[in-house]
């Protein structure tokens, strides 16, 4: 099918909550896509950090291609020996004591958080406690519960009026004057991703979480894009050194098949009929997530993961010597980072360049070039990606040049 074909579907058949890049993806392989009229792109989005293992990862592959042979999917009614496995396997490399639940995205492991704070918070069958404190610049997901404990306005516009029981802290030292007696948690990313790729400061955050525990209060960290080793370790809250009662998951743990899921230490806080997924922790998406989890491991324990990691920080600070009149800054940790550029349209016009040039980058708050790349992207593929990068920013410096 002709682009122009394609766009014209689209357009007939698709709401328009996309803003779509004018390309037609056929295939891809490792961190490179390529066009329907193949030309090749390097990915470092990997699906908004979806793609963990990148693109066509054979070991996925080959698990995902067997599994279908032999069952996708039964009713969480009966025993399912791939998500008991994925469980452990989750709990295990959290070092928790802890239970999991699976749903299908992020924005479902998030609700199901929401409501485990909730159940924790009832007192007598009462709704004692049930306030749940969140941060500004935060992105928690488009359900309406978690659109509301998202701390951006230009998210909640049109869809009010929206559950109760939610506020918003301008930063981690606004969140104690926030607290009263009907606080049941504290949700936050350790690394926000749609807020600039904005890393909080470690102290602060233990210090926090100290706090809470003493308090009895709940803390929910969202790691739907932290989680799945994409700061080195399995958990950014490893890498923070704490122990929240809830962690969210799902983006890159089953390299793009569908999954969510919830880790808490609240081991008995359900019962039967409390929560529940048709679709969450079937034998495809834990098959899948099983792979996903033993090659990232391996990445891991090879010491590939932490080569990775410093390549991507050599890079990016090297950008940003080279382009100082286009960044004020490098962002982010292990490999979600960001490059802040000097204004929005300066942004914007990196992101475009680079597209043309061959490389894909995302768009973050605060004037963020996002980068999320596979995990198992190779040296050849990282250095490729930034040469063309390199290209884009060229190309916007001298535009800016021009203006001046």
Known sequence: MQLEELMELDKKYILPTYNRGLVDFSYGKGARLFSACGKDYIDFGSGIGVCSVGHSNEKLNNAIKDQVDKLIHVSNLYLNVLQAKLAEKIVQLSGLDARVFFGNSGAE??????????????KDGKMDRYKIITLESSFHGRTLATLRATGQEKFHKHFAPFPEGFEVAKDLYDVYS??????CAVMLELIQGE????????????????YLKENHILLIVDEVQTGIFRMGEMLASQVYEIEPEIITLAKGLAGGIPI????TTLKDVFEVGDHGSTF???????????????????????????????????????MLEDYADLFNEV????????LRAKSIEIQTDILQNAFLEGVIVLRSGRNVVRFLPPLTITKEEMQLGFERLKKACQKVREKYKNIK
């Open 331 to 338: 962002t982010g940790l292990g490999m979600m980072r960001g």
């Open 178 to 183: 926030l607290i009263d007696d009907k606080t």
């Open 195 to 210: 807020g600039g790729v904005y890393a909080f400061d470690k102290k602060q955050v233990q210090e926090l979480a100290k």
């Open 109 to 122: 492991a998030n609700e199901c958080a929401i409501k485990i704070a909730r159940k924790f918070g009832e």
């Open 260 to 263: 969510g899921a919830v880790l």
């Open 280 to 318: 969450g922790g079937n034998l495809l998406s834990c098959r899948a997530g099983l792979e996903v989890l033993e090659i990232l491991e391996s990445y891991k324990n090879h010491q590939f993961l932490e080569k990775n990691i410093q390549q991507l920080d050599s890079y990016l600070f090297t």
